[in-house]
């Protein structure tokens, strides 16, 4: 069973970064798969970006390549995702999950990231 909880978030003007952290508890993390996920009101959960369990191999949306990063520190046990020129269209719930296989099985609370215009 694995924890996760995320930091970070808040209020941040267009073109400002944010970089927000997911600290897990309880597994092997470095046999997880970590994610990075968001979702804005009234619209459907979308994936951001996924880090290998050595961290070695990153994936990203195309539509947020370039301005967003995701990393990790497994002796830390954390995953990051810095948030760099953030757009009002940014301003989401974003959540950090972990899998082993296919499917997330595991998600942490949110942490909410406003971009005012």
């Known amino acids: 069973q694995v924890q996760l909880v995320e930091s970070g978030g808040g209020l941040v003007q267009a073109g400002g970064s944010l970089r927000l952290s997911c600290a897990a508890s309880g597994g092997t993390f470095s046999n997880y798969v970590m994610g990075w996920f968001r979702q804005a009101p009234g619209k459907e959960r979308e994936f951001i970006a996924h880090i290998s369990g050595n961290g070695f191999r990153t994936y990203y949306v195309d539509s947020l390549k370039g301005r967003f990063t995701i990393s990790r520190d497994n002796a830390k046990k954390t995953v990051d995702l810095q948030m760099n020129s953030l757009k009002p269209e940014d301003t989401a719930v974003y959540y950090c999950?972990?899998?082993?296989?296919?499917?997330?099985?595991?998600w942490g609370q949110g942490t909410q990231v406003t971009v005012s215009s």
């Open positions: 999950a972990a899998r082993q296989n296919n499917k997330y099985d595991y």
